[in-house]
């Protein structure tokens, strides 16, 4: 029985199936007990002879042997049974979840037939969930566990995060490395399966006086980057050099100071207003 699962913590049963194994466990447990209680018996009755001088030591040492064989196979039965869960009855053996969480699909009907490998819940810890981030081969490599990372919501929160891990390789055919993001708990409104804004920030390419922009704000003019700052009689259009881009938005390396106030989502009217001479460009 094989289960989707995203991380290993506890057991727990989430559900019992009715298994020929479950007998065959049930039965074996049964005959290592009987065969324990056999031998014992045996030892006994030689102890009891021996201390009378009736039987040598050697069928003495013979028949305690033969018990603690019977009793390590009785402890492997017992063992056996505790772990498939096996019920008092010996008619079912329970389903175990890894983990501690709730079941979000059941794809498995009450009543029908289970083979091997059947996926029969999904189970989902709402505290260990991961995000994973499709990164282009071009900042692959600048990615490293440790860095700094958000995860940006639909309704506009940001959940600060942690880059796990990164593949060594890329996905043959999407062409990406996957970085992996840890969270800090439970976040509401989280799914499993939803689609998701990751920022990273490369640590090894921190700049502490660099400026990040939205994406959107940089606009390319005759072959160079721009941004259009407001100045008292309207924008500029001024030439800036760009650095990393990550998550919608874009590393400013130099030609903008912090603080400066820019045109964003309305960049690409200016442009196009440049281009007819109403706004300038330095």
């Given at each position: 029985m094989r289960f989707t699962l995203r991380q290993l913590e506890v057991f727990l049963a989430v559900a019992r199936s009715e298994s020929g194994e479950a007998a065959g466990l049930a039965s074996q447990g049964s005959a290592a007990r009987a065969r324990v209680n056999e031998l014992s018996a045996a030892y006994q009755r030689e102890k009891r002879l021996f201390d009378q001088n009736v039987t040598a030591r050697q069928d003495l040492e013979s028949a305690q042997a033969n018990l603690a064989v019977a009793q390590s196979e009785l402890a492997r039965a017992v063992a056996a049974a505790s772990a498939a869960g096996v019920s008092r009855d010996g008619?079912?053996?329970?389903?175990?979840?890894?983990?501690?969480?709730?079941?979000?699909?059941?794809p498995i009907v009450l009543g029908s037939y289970v083979a091997a490998g059947d996926e029969l819940y999904h189970v989902i810890n709402p505290n260990g969930l991961q995000v994973e981030v499709a990164l282009p081969s071009a900042d692959a490599a600048r990615i490293r566990p440790g860095d700094e990372a958000s995860i940006v919501m639909s309704d506009g929160r940001e959940i600060g995060s942690r880059v796990r891990s990164v593949t060594p390789a890329l996905d043959p055919q999407s062409r990406s490395a996957t970085a992996v993001l840890s969270l800090p708990g439970a976040v509401p409104?989280?799914?499993?399966?939803?689609f998701l804004q990751a920022r990273l920030k490369p640590s090894a390419e921190a700049i502490s006086d660099a400026v990040a922009v939205p994406e959107v704000a940089v606009q390319s003019i005759d072959g160079t980057d721009h941004v259009f700052v407001r100045t008292g009689s309207g924008f500029v259009a001024t030439l800036v050099q760009t650095g990393t881009r990550s998550g919608g938005m874009v590393t400013i390396l130099s030609g903008l100071q912090p603080g400066t106030v820019i045109a964003t989502s309305n960049a690409f009217l200016l442009k196009a207003e440049l281009g007819k001479g109403s706004v300038e460009e330095e």
């Open positions: 008619r079912s053996i329970a389903v175990i979840s890894p983990i501690a969480g709730r079941i979000t699909q059941a409104g989280l799914q499993p399966g939803a």
